[in-house]
């Protein structure tokens, strides 16, 4: 059986599957658009947050039995689509949790603290000390929305810190999870209003396309500092430039964007957001839990 690998993966997955007997080929060099022309003999692909996997290259793929995703969300794949021609559908969604939760308590803290305008202006020749007078994360209240996986290591590590969490969530954990982790639950626009730091952690569907818009601002905090690592999309970015642009938000970190990659965006105008490529799951260890999770996976799947 073949399994064509289209984005990078760690090289322990490959390894694994190699072990299992499958045959690996790697399509990693090629344009994306060309993908398609390759892979009618697969068995499987396995994919990162590149490749979109449409009905297109579902349908070139006339003897695949799996998909597998190195990572969390599985917006770039046609999942029902999959699904309704008996493809299987893997992700690998607790392999880079703590990966992302680190990425988002330092996008806190280097918004917090001034640490990437500091970094920007020192390599322009200046000294901007007096100009970085910054804010503590103990004691401020930190507003999760979505408690999954990613969402309860960060509420962990923020406690850490000595910061108050509240969380929203349509789905409610058990009150002993609440109590494990130390966190309340609020209402939506409840935990807009009270936090001083609202970081999210939910996949974009056509409920969460921008959640953070305008109107959920004005709710906030004057002050407040909203983080997003999750996806592109949840947080309305010209929104989120007016209240930035206008102080009623101290700040701000996105590592995600509505559209990838970014080239423009009036946000490079401002001296009070961070600004990183997608990089919430770009640790070393977390990518080589999601090569060796999406491997076994796949191997499980194709001798099943």
């Not at 020192?122 to 970085?132: L, Q, S, T, V």
């Not at 970015?237 to 642009?245: D, M, P, Q, S, V």
């Not at 080239?263 to 957001?273: A, G, R, T």
């Amino acid at each position: 059986m073949k399994v064509g690998i289209c984005d990078p993966i760690a090289k322990e997955g490959v390894e694994l599957l190699k072990k299992e007997g499958f045959e690996v080929v790697d399509l990693t060099g090629l344009p994306k658009d060309e993908l398609s022309n390759h892979v009618r003999d697969l068995d499987a692909i396995i994919v990162r947050s590149a490749t979109k996997v449409r009905k297109e290259m579902i349908d070139a793929a006339e003897k695949l039995k799996a998909i597998g995703r190195a990572g969390v969300g599985l917006d770039n794949i046609d999942v029902e689509y999959a699904k309704s021609k008996g493809i299987k559908v893997i992700n690998t969604p607790g392999a880079t949790s703590i990966s992302v939760a680190e990425l988002t308590i330092g996008l806190i803290l280097a918004v917090m603290r001034k640490i990437a305008y500091a970094d920007r202006e020192m390599r322009n020749g200046a000294w901007p000390k007096k100009k970085c007078k910054g804010i503590e994360m103990y004691g401020k209240t930190l507003g999760i929305i979505g408690i999954g996986r990613i969402g309860r290591e960060v509420a962990k590590r923020a406690t850490a810190f000595g910061m108050k969490v509240i969380y929203y969530d349509v789905y409610r954990p058990d009150e002993s999870t609440e109590k494990e982790l130390a966190i309340e639950f609020r209402e939506l626009d409840a935990l807009v209003s009270e936090a001083d730091v609202i970081t999210l952690h939910l996949p974009l569907t056509p409920e969460t396309k921008h959640l953070i818009n305008k109107e959920r601002i004005e709710m906030m905090k004057d002050g407040a500092i909203i983080i997003n690592a999750a996806r592109g999309g949840i947080v309305d970015e010209n929104a989120l430039y007016e209240a930035l642009k206008s102080g009623k938000l101290y700040g701000a970190a996105l590592d995600v964007y509505e559209n990838e990659p970014l080239k423009e965006s009036k946000l490079f105008e401002l001296d009070n957001i961070v600004l990183t490529p997608h990089i919430g799951a770009q640790a070393k260890e977390g990518q080589t839990r999601a090569g060796i999770e999406v491997a076994k996976k796949i191997a499980e799947a194709l001798k099943s």
